[in-house]
């Protein structure tokens, strides 16, 4: 066999086609609804097969663990959301909008999955997981707002963590509670954190500017 006709076992590693990626789609969409309705804990490979239609010896020559099936549901998800991270409409309020917004269009299933990556953290491999989901959106994000800031469009002084830490965690309480949130709320927060962010940069400039004076006054007041 020519080494451009061999397949991994591993998704991770695998250009697969054909029946090979129907099959992967089809575990992973099951695995997704599985780990929504019963969560980590509870979740059986049995029941991802009979869900996908796909023999179980299949899924474990593919993935030995839950924890691999897991893992490669969810690497799933974050490969479709890694377009996300070339957003740049030249604005930075426009790619937190779509950001966040993207967050809340995933599916029943997927948005189920993030709900047990913050209620079952008490499994290591889950809470290594939503680590690992976490950081690479908080990254993506803060990247947005350091190239809003190299554009002109925030003052340098801002905190572009705390930025993202604030427009992220009402998205994060809606997912977690099953609430329902609209674009209409995402536009208020975000316009309230980026107005709130700036206004702080330019207060503590004046601050700045203030001391400086100050300090100089001080300074002609000693001489001689």
Same mark, same amino acid.
């Given at each position: 066999?020519?080494?451009?006709?061999? $397949?991994? $076992?591993?998704?991770?590693?695998?250009? !697969?086609?054909?029946?090979?990626?129907?099959?992967?789609?089809?575990?992973?969409?099951?695995?997704?609804?599985?780990?929504?309705?019963?969560?980590?804990?509870?979740?059986?490979?049995?029941?991802?097969?009979?869900?996908?239609?796909? #023999?179980?010896? @299949?899924?474990?020559?593919?993935?030995?663990?839950?924890?691999?099936?897991?893992?490669? @549901?969810?690497?799933?998800?974050?490969?479709?959301?890694?377009?996300?991270? !070339?957003?740049? @409409?030249?604005?930075?309020?426009?790619?937190?909008?779509?950001?966040?917004?993207?967050?809340?269009?995933?599916?029943? !299933?997927?948005?189920?999955?993030?709900?047990?990556?913050?209620?079952?953290?008490?499994?290591?491999?889950?809470?290594?997981?939503? #680590?690992?989901?976490?950081?690479?959106?908080?990254?993506?994000?803060?990247?947005?707002?350091?190239?809003g800031i190299a554009r002109g469009e925030l003052p340098r002084s801002v905190d572009p963590q705390l930025i993202v830490d604030l427009i992220s965690a009402p998205v994060?309480?809606?997912?977690?509670?099953?609430?329902?949130?609209?674009?209409?709320?995402?536009? $208020?927060?975000?316009?309230?954190?980026?107005?709130?962010?700036?206004?702080?940069?330019?207060?503590?400039?004046?601050?700045?500017?203030?001391?400086?004076?100050?300090?100089?006054?001080?300074?002609?007041?000693?001489?001689?």
């Amino acid at each position: 066999m020519s080494r451009a006709s061999e $397949r991994t $076992r591993r998704t991770g590693n695998a250009r !697969a086609r054909g029946r090979a990626a129907n099959v992967i789609e089809r575990v992973v969409s099951a695995t997704a609804e599985e780990l929504s309705r019963v969560g980590y804990a509870a979740m059986r490979v049995e029941d991802v097969a009979a869900l996908s239609g796909v #023999h179980k010896t @299949t899924i474990y020559r593919r993935w030995p663990t839950k924890t691999e099936l897991v893992a490669a @549901t969810i690497t799933t998800m974050m490969k479709r959301g890694e377009g996300l991270g !070339a957003i740049d @409409t030249g604005a930075v309020r426009r790619d937190l909008r779509a950001s966040l917004l993207s967050v809340l269009d995933l599916k029943p !299933a997927e948005q189920g999955i993030l709900r047990i990556m913050q209620t079952e953290r008490g499994i290591p491999e889950v809470n290594t997981l939503a #680590h690992r989901f976490r950081d690479a959106l908080f990254r993506m994000r803060v990247t947005m707002v350091e190239r809003g800031i190299a554009r002109g469009e925030l003052p340098r002084s801002v905190d572009p963590q705390l930025i993202v830490d604030l427009i992220s965690a009402p998205v994060q309480r809606a997912l977690l509670f099953n609430e329902r949130v609209d674009a209409r709320y995402v536009d $208020r927060v975000l316009d309230l954190v980026l107005a709130g962010a700036a206004a702080c940069a330019s207060e503590a400039s004046i601050g700045g500017a203030r001391r400086q004076a100050a300090k100089r006054r001080r300074k002609a007041r000693t001489k001689p």
